[in-house]
């Protein structure tokens, strides 16, 4: 969770980042109570010295401080922190509302066309359709790398899948059954909380497809979303009651 200490320090470096001149303990405590942030001019002191020990700010003698190069780089690190943490939260509010139930009742849908439309991807995907498919997997693979969120990417893949099918009322019926936007980073979300991934299986359908094999590719697609439905099963499990 980001808070406490690490907010604290989040804000005085922005602080310090958007200023245009030396600011002292002083004017910084003004700002962040400004800002909502009720904290005492000595606190702001101390951490402010705890930053200087770090390298991240400078004292220029009694001007104050500035941002050094080290302190834009914390100062990032700890926005995408701060980001991911308020992105957390929305979640867990989301998987509140939606329920277990509900989760495990589209992913049952899912998994009835999308088997179908693995089967006939793998009979009908041209050349330039794989290859599509492969490039979404590569960008997938390097926002799991970097920490990022791979749920555009997923959507990406399985649409992808189904226009490859070939097979207009199986498209419409997936592109239906995903228009609930949020579905997608909840299960990112909850697949990362139980240790599971969602790349490995999308490189066993690609590679299924890419050999056109009709039942491996739709063995591979239900094992997928099977995968799905226990990693939903499990979260329930280890969190239910918190």
Known sequence: MFSGRLQQEYEILAIIRASKIPLGSGAIRDELNAGGLQISEATVGRILRDLDKEGWTERLGYRGRILTAKGEGRLRQLRAERERSVFSGELLKALRAEGKGKLVEVLVARRAIERETARLAALHATGEEVAAMGKILAKQRELLA???????????????????????????????????????????YIRRRVGSTMVTDHRRILAHISAKDAKGAEDAMVAHIDGLIADVQRYWDENEGQ
């Not at 207009?168 to 019926?173: E, G, S, T």
């Open 146 to 188: 970097a920490g990022q969120s791979t749920a555009d990417t997923d959507v990406e893949f399985h649409r992808l899948v189904a226009l490859a099918a070939k097979n207009k009322v199986l498209r419409a019926a997936v592109d239906l059954i995903r228009q609930d936007g949020q579905l997608t980073p909840i299960m990112e």
